[in-house]
Each structure stands twice: as structure tokens, then as C-alpha cells.
């Protein structure tokens, strides 16, 4: 049996923790507080596939008519 992978599906976009240093950067450049950034629970289950854990920064990269591709920040949480 085949496992079933969530970021294959073409309707999930890319998700990926972000690294300390890329946090510090998109911080500084929205004048944000990581807490201030939206939510994704670690339960969620592209969470559960990426091994994400409670206080990391997911990025996920979304395709955009206007912009080509969109970038977007969840702060995982309990």
C-alpha cells in the first residue's frame, strides 16, 4: 500500500518551515512579532506531513493570477 502524501495533491500548495535567519528577515521586514502572524495548529495535517512542532514558522507558497506565486506565514500553535 501506497502512502498517501498531502503536498502531492494539486490543490495543497508548498508548505515548509522556515529557518531562524529567513524568520528574522520576514519579521523585520513586516514589523511583526512572530505571535502576531496567523495561526496554523500543529495538529493540522500538513503539519503532521512536515514535522512541524509547536513555535515554528511555516511558509507556504501559493500560486497568484496577479502576482504569480504568493508567500504566506502560519506561526504553529498548540
Not at 15 to 21: F, Q, V
Not at 22 to 36: H, R, T
Not at 53 to 58: A, E, H, L, Y
Amino acid at each position: 500500500m501506497t502512502k498517501f502524501s498531502l503536498l502531492n495533491h494539486e490543490s495543497v500548495p508548498k508548505h515548509e518551515i522556515i529557518s531562524e535567519g529567513e524568520l528574522k528577515s520576514v519579521l523585520s521586514n513586516y514589523f511583526v512579532e512572530k505571535e502576531q502572524l496567523p495561526k496554523i495548529k500543529v495538529h493540522d495535517p500538513v503539519c503532521k506531513e512536515i514535522g512541524a512542532v509547536v513555535g515554528d514558522v511555516i511558509k507556504i507558497t501559493r500560486k497568484s493570477q496577479t502576482a504569480g506565486e504568493a508567500e504566506y506565514y502560519r506561526f504553529v500553535i498548540e
